[in-house]
Each structure stands twice: as C-alpha cells, then as structure tokens.
C-alpha cells in the first residue's frame, strides 16, 4: 500500500508558473515509477510526465520544455515545475505511482489539485 498526497494547485495567468507537490508514505521501498496525469472537464485523463526508479524521465510531447518532473532521493516527494502555463493546461492533477511487491503490480492515485491558467 501506497498513500499519495499532492497540493500546489492554484490559479494562474497564462505564460505564469506553478510548482506541484506529491507526499508518498507506505511501502516506498516498492515504487518503481512515479509521476503526474492530469484530466479536463470532459476529458480522457492523460500522462503528464513520469520518473523512473533509476531517474529516466518521460513527457508528453504537449508540454516538453516547459514542465520539469523531479523527486527527493528517498523518493517521499515528488516536483512538477511548470513553466509558460497554457489555458489548455488547465485540469485536475494526479499524483500517482506504480509498484512491484509481495501482492503484484498495482497502481496507486492521490486525490488530484485543480491548475486553472486564465487571465
């Protein structure tokens, strides 16, 4: 068992920046890959930007240069900068990990911060 907690959402102008948070507890030892989705109003949820256990990282293409996903060594926190906000940017944001252990595959969610980029 995982528990992701994420918090830094707010509203923002477009061209603007935000910096989201991710606090995971349980059985870290397990996490494999970490990361962030995100889904609008009426929308499919969709992979934002992901990290690997060795560091690897993966982006969307919609956002590559412009947001920056990183973590603590121990692997309790994870970042996303996000710079050069976009009124398309605007969703709900889901922390999320997937783990290997004593019980299998399995992937955990937080809660989800609302982004909101509008003038």
């Known amino acids: 068992q995982v528990q992701l907690v994420e918090s830094g959402g707010d509203l923002v102008q477009p061209g603007g920046s935000l910096r989201l948070s991710c606090a995971a507890s349980?059985?870290?030892?397990?996490?494999?890959?970490m990361g962030w989705y995100r889904q609008a109003p009426g929308k499919e949820r969709e992979r934002v930007a992901t990290i690997t256990r060795t560091g690897g990282l993966n982006y969307v293409d919609s956002v590559k240069g412009r947001f920056t996903i990183s973590r603590n060594d121990a692997k309790t926190m994870v970042y996303m900068q996000m710079n050069s906000l976009k009124a398309e940017d605007t969703a709900v944001y889901y922390c999320?990990?997937?783990?290997?252990?004593?019980?299998?595959?399995?992937?955990?969610w937080g809660q989800g911060t609302q982004v909101t980029v509008s003038s």
């Open positions: 999320y990990c997937n783990t290997w252990g004593p019980t299998g595959a399995n992937d955990y």
């Open positions: 349980g059985r870290i030892s397990d996490i494999n890959v």
